[in-house]
C-alpha cells in the first residue's frame, strides 16, 4: 500500500524567472537557493526579449530582474535599451502582476527609487558574501508569499461577494455621508425598492423621523472608527415602520485609514419588538401566555428573585409556584443538582450569574443544555434553557425558557457578519468540507473534519492537489467529473472515494459535490461534502466473508439442509440435500416443502411447520420419509429450527440425514450379530473375556463346564490374578505379567490345577489381546481354554 508524502508549507514549490546575462551569478544562485530554500525552481532567462517569450508561455511566483540588459526592447511601439526600468514598463503594458525584485551589480538610489516607483517588490546590489545569499531567499519567499496570499484574498473577495448578495439577511453599505451606497437582494424585497431608487436613498430617508438623530449619531461614531451594535427604527418605501438590530463597522480606503463608508448587518427583529411591547402593554396578555405555555417560563428581576413560575414549570422541576415566588433563583437551581457531561454544577451557575450580571446585561439570549433532578419524583429532565432580557416599563426583566428535550443547536451569534458565520458553520462541521480549483484540482480550502480523516493539518493540505490524495481509481474518476463539469455536460453529484491518509492507509468516503460558478457561468472551483464511510466498508466486507464462510459450509456439509419461509415455500437448499433427492441445481428453490414428501407424511409435516411457525425448536431428531425427484422414498433423521427476525418468525431451517444405508446396515449388523451370538455359545473350546485388571467380563457355557471343578457358580465374579486355584497352580502371576504386558511372547499358558478333592485337572489358555477401534492400545483379552 503506497504511503502519502509529508506535505510541507515551508517546502512548497515556487517558480522563479531569473533575467540575468551573467550566466555564472545565475548557477551560483541555483546552487545557493538550493541549499536555502529547495522548494526555488529557479527558470534562467538571458535577455529581456528571452523573458518576454517565457512569461507569454508559462506563469511564475517572483521575477528576479537584472538592471543592466543586452539588446533592445519594445515598449508602446517604441524602441528602448534593454534594462529592468524598460521591462518592467513592459511588464505594465502585458498586465503581468507577478512581484518583482531587482538584482544587480550597478545600482544606485536613482535606479533603484525608480524601480520602487513602477511596483518593484526589493532591490538588491549582487554581493558574493556569508548570509548574502540566505537574506535574499528569505526575502524573496517573504515576497511569494505575500503574492499568494494577494491572490488567495481576491478568491476569498469573489466568494464572499457571492456570499453578500444571496445573504438571507439584510446588509447594508454606506457612505461617510449617509447615502446608500450598496445593498443586497433582500432589502430590496423587504423595503420595496428596485436597484436604481435605492443608490439615491439617504440616512434621512432610511431612517424613521424619530430615530434619525439616533441614526446620526450611530454614523459619526463608526466614521470615527467604533463599531455599534443598536436597536433602530427603519421606514420602507411604502412608511411600513421596521425594528432593526444592527451591527456595523467602518469601512476604510484602501490605501488611507480614513472612514470612507459604514457595513451594516441588519437583522429585522420587528415581529419580536411587536411581541415584547404587547407583553409591556399588557400584564393579563403576558399572564394568559406564560400560563398557557407548554414550556416551563419563569421571570425574575435583575437580582435573580423569581417574579413568576407557570405551571410548566413546576411539571419540569417538582416545585410548585407556591414553592418558588420570591425566592431566589439560584436556592431552587441548586436543588435542582444541574449536570452536564463533563460540566460541573458550578460552571453552569457562572454561566447563569455571568448572563444576568448587571453589566453584563445584552439583548442577545443565552443557550444552555443541561440536566435535572425532578424535587418530586426524582427523575431526570434533560433541558434546553433560553435566557432572554424582557423589557419593562419598571426597568427589564429576565425571562428564563425551558423546554424538556433531548437536544437541540442554538443559532450562530445574531451579530456576527453572515460571511463569519457561513466560515464557522463550515470549520465546526462534523462533515467533511473540500474547496477546489477547476483547473488544477488544487485545494483551496478544507476544514478541521477532512483534516482528521486523512491525519493533516488544513494547512498542510492548502495548495495540494486533491489527487495527489486519492487511490488512481478514484484520480480517473475525478478528472472525468471536472471534464464533465467544464464542459456543461450533466454529471451525478454523489459517489464514492477512496483516499491514503499520512500514513498510506485507505479510507473511504462518501461525496456530494457541485460546482462554484463565477458571475459569467463560468465553473471556477468545486466543493464537496465528505463523509467518512469506512467502518461501513469494513462492516459490509466483514458481512460479506462471513455470508461466503457459511455458504461454504453449508455447501460441504455432509447432511442435506433447506429453509423455507411462512408459506412453507422452500427458499434454498445447499448441493447435498439436492443430491440426496434427485434435483438439479435450481429446481428446488420455490417449490412447497410438501412437494418432497409422500402423501402419506403430509400430516406429521403440516404438525411440524406449524410447531416451527410458533416458534418452537424440534425436540431431538424426528424419522421423517422423503420423496426424490425420481418418485423413490428415502429414509431421513430430521432436525428443524424456526427463523426469527425482529421477534418474528419468518420461517425455519431443516437438517436432514440420509439413514437409508444406515438402516441397511444395522439390519445386516443385527443379523451377523445373531450368527456370532449363536457361534460363540456354541464353540466347544471355552473362552473368558478379561479386562486389563484381571477381571472376567464374559465366558461361554464350555468356559463354565472346564472350571466347573473350582465350584464358582459365576464365572463373572472371579479375577484371574487374585483367584486361588490359578495362585496355586502358578498361573496367577503369568497372567499378571500379560496383562501389565510385561512379557507378550508367552502365547500359551500350561497348567495342572487340582480341585478340593485331589483330581487334577490339566488344561492350556491361550490368550488373544482386543485393541482399541482407533489407538493402537490393547483393552481387554480373550483366554481361551482348552482341556489336555
Known amino acids: ?48 526579449n528571452e523573458a518576454i517569450e517565457k512569461l507569454e508561455s508559462d506563469t511564475f511566483d517572483c521575477i528576479l530582474c537584472d538592471h543592466r540588459l543586452p539588446g533592445t526592447i519594445q515598449v508602446q511601439g517604441r524602441t528602448f535599451p534593454s534594462d529592468g526600468i524598460h521591462l518592467m514598463r513592459k511588464f505594465t503594458t502585458m498586465n503581468i502582476d507577478t512581484p518583482v525584485i531587482f538584482v544587480t551589480g550597478q545600482g544606485s538610489e536613482e535606479i533603484a527609487s525608480e524601480a520602487l516607483q513602477l511596483g518593484a517588490s526589493g532591490y538588491f546590489i549582487k554581493r558574493v558574501q556569508p548570509g548574502y545569499f540566505s537574506l535574499m531567499a528569505t526575502s524573496i519567499r517573504q515576497t511569494i508569499d505575500r503574492y499568494w496570499l494577494q491572490k488567495e484574498l481576491q478568491k476569498s473577495e469573489a466568494r464572499y461577494r457571492d456570499l453578500f448578495e444571496n445573504s438571507a439577511g439584510l446588509i447594508i453599505i454606506l457612505d461617510s455621508e449617509g447615502k446608500l451606497q450598496e445593498t443586497n437582494i433582500n432589502f430590496l424585497s423587504i423595503y420595496g425598492y428596485t436597484v436604481e431608487d435605492s443608490r439615491k436613498l439617504t440616512l434621512e430617508e432610511l431612517a424613521y423621523p424619530e430615530d434619525f438623530e439616533k441614526w446620526q449619531e450611530m454614523l459619526k461614531s463608526i466614521c470615527k472608527g467604533n463599531t455599534e451594535s443598536r436597536m433602530l427604527r427603519s421606514r420602507t418605501k411604502y412608511d411600513q415602520i421596521l425594528h432593526l438590530d444592527i451591527t456595523a463597522r467602518p469601512i476604510y480606503g484602501k490605501k488611507t485609514k480614513t472612514v470612507t463608508g459604514i457595513q451594516a448587518i441588519v437583522r429585522d427583529i420587528t415581529q419580536q419588538v411587536k411581541t415584547q411591547q404587547a407583553l409591556i402593554d399588557s400584564e393579563e396578555k403576558h399572564r394568559k401566555i406564560v400560563e398557557g405555555s407548554i414550556e416551563g417560563i419563569i421571570i425574575m428581576d435583575q437580582e435573580g428573585t423569581i417574579l413568576d413560575w407557570n405551571p410548566a414549570a413546576s411539571t419540569i422541576t417538582g416545585f410548585s409556584a407556591e414553592d418558588t415566588l420570591g425566592q431566589s433563583i439560584w436556592t431552587i437551581i441548586e436543588q435542582l443538582e444541574p449536570t452536564e457531561i463533563g460540566t460541573p454544577t458550578i460552571k453552569i451557575l457562572d454561566e447563569l450569574k455571568d448572563f444576568m450580571a448587571p453589566d453584563r446585561i445584552s439583548n442577545i439570549p443565552k443557550f444552555l443544555e443541561y440536566s435535572i433532578k425532578n424535587a418530586e419524583d426524582g427523575s ?199 443430491e440426496m433427492l434427485g434435483y438439479k441445481k435450481h429446481t428446488l428453490e420455490g417449490k412447497s416443502i410438501f412437494d418432497i414428501f409422500p402423501s402419506y407424511e403430509h400430516t406429521r409435516v403440516k404438525e411440524i411447520t406449524q410447531e416451527r411457525m410458533a416458534g418452537k425448536k424440534s ?170
Not at 5 to 19: C, D, T
Not at 23 to 35: P, S, T
Not at 737 to 764: A, P, T
Open 619 to 788: 425436540e431431538g431428531h424426528l424419522l421423517l420419509t422423503y420423496m426424490t425427484a425420481q418418485g423413490e422414498e428415502v429414509k431421513a433423521s430430521v432436525s428443524s429450527v424456526p427463523l426469527i427476525a425482529d421477534d418474528k418468525v419468518t420461517g425455519a431451517v431443516v437438517t436432514v440425514s440420509d439413514i437409508t444405508e444406515q438402516r441397511r446396515i444395522e439390519k445386516y449388523l443385527r443379523q451377523v450379530t445373531k450368527e456370532y451370538e449363536t457361534l460363540v455359545t456354541n464353540l466347544p473350546l471355552g473362552w473368558l473375556k478379561i479386562d486389563n485388571m484381571g477381571r472376567v467380563i464374559a465366558y461361554n457355557r464350555s468356559a463354565q463346564e472346564l472350571l466347573d471343578f473350582t465350584e464358582t457358580m459365576d464365572l463373572k465374579t472371579i479375577n484371574i490374578i487374585n483367584f486361588h486355584p490359578f495362585q496355586e497352580a502358578g498361573l496367577a502371576t503369568q497372567f499378571r505379567d500379560l496383562l501389565y504386558q510385561k512379557d507378550l511372547d508367552e502365547k500359551v499358558f500350561d497348567s495342572v490345577l487340582e480341585d478340593s478333592q485331589g483330581m487334577q485337572h490339566h488344561l492350556k489358555f491361550y490368550p488373544f489381546p482386543i485393541y482399541h477401534e482407533l489407538e493402537p492400545r490393547i483393552t481387554a483379552w480373550f483366554l481361551i481354554v482348552e482341556k489336555v
Open 380 to 578: 431526570n429532565r434533560i433541558l434546553e434553557v433560553t435566557l432572554f432580557i424582557i423589557e419593562h416599563s419598571r426597568g427589564y426583566r429576565i425571562a428564563k425558557v425551558m423546554r424538556d428535550v433531548t437536544a437541540k443547536k442554538m443559532a450562530e451569534e445574531e451579530t456576527r457578519s453572515y460571511a463569519q458565520r457561513f466560515q464557522t458553520l463550515i470549520e465546526q462541521a462534523a462533515i467533511g468540507v473540500w474547496i477546489t480549483n477547476i483547473t488544477d484540482e488544487s485545494t483551496i480550502y478544507v476544514n478541521e473534519s477532512v483534516a482528521q480523516l486523512l491525519d493533516y493539518s488544513p494547512h498542510e493540505m492548502i495548495g495540494v492537489s486533491v489527487l495527489d490524495f486519492v487511490t488512481p481509481n478514484s484520480a480517473d474518476l475525478l478528472k472525468e467529473k471536472t471534464r464533465q463539469r467544464l464542459q456543461g455536460e450533466k454529471t451525478e453529484d454523489n459517489y464514492e472515494l477512496e483516499f491514503y491518509n499520512r500514513s498510506g492507509t485507505k479510507v473511504y468516503a462518501r461525496v456530494t459535490a457541485a460546482a462554484i460558478k463565477d458571475e459569467n457561468g463560468n465553473v471556477i472551483e468545486t466543493y464537496g461534502f465528505i463523509r467518512d464511510i469506512t467502518q461501513e466498508r469494513q462492516r459490509e466486507k466483514e458481512l460479506r466473508t462471513t455470508k461466503e464462510f457459511l455458504e461454504s459450509i453449508i455447501d460441504s456439509m455432509i447432511d442435506g439442509l433447506y429453509t423455507y419461509d411462512q408459506n412453507l415455500k422452500i427458499t434454498s437448499a445447499n448441493p447435498r440435500l439436492k
Open 1 to 48: 500500500m503506497a504511503t502519502r508524502p509529508h506535505v510541507k508549507k515551508a517546502l512548497k514549490e515556487a517558480k522563479i524567472l531569473a533575467i540575468d546575462d551573467d550566466e555564472w551569478f545565475i548557477r551560483l544562485l541555483v546552487k545557493k537557493f538550493q541549499d536555502v530554500d529547495p522548494g526555488f525552481k529557479i527558470t534562467p532567462a538571458l535577455t529581456a
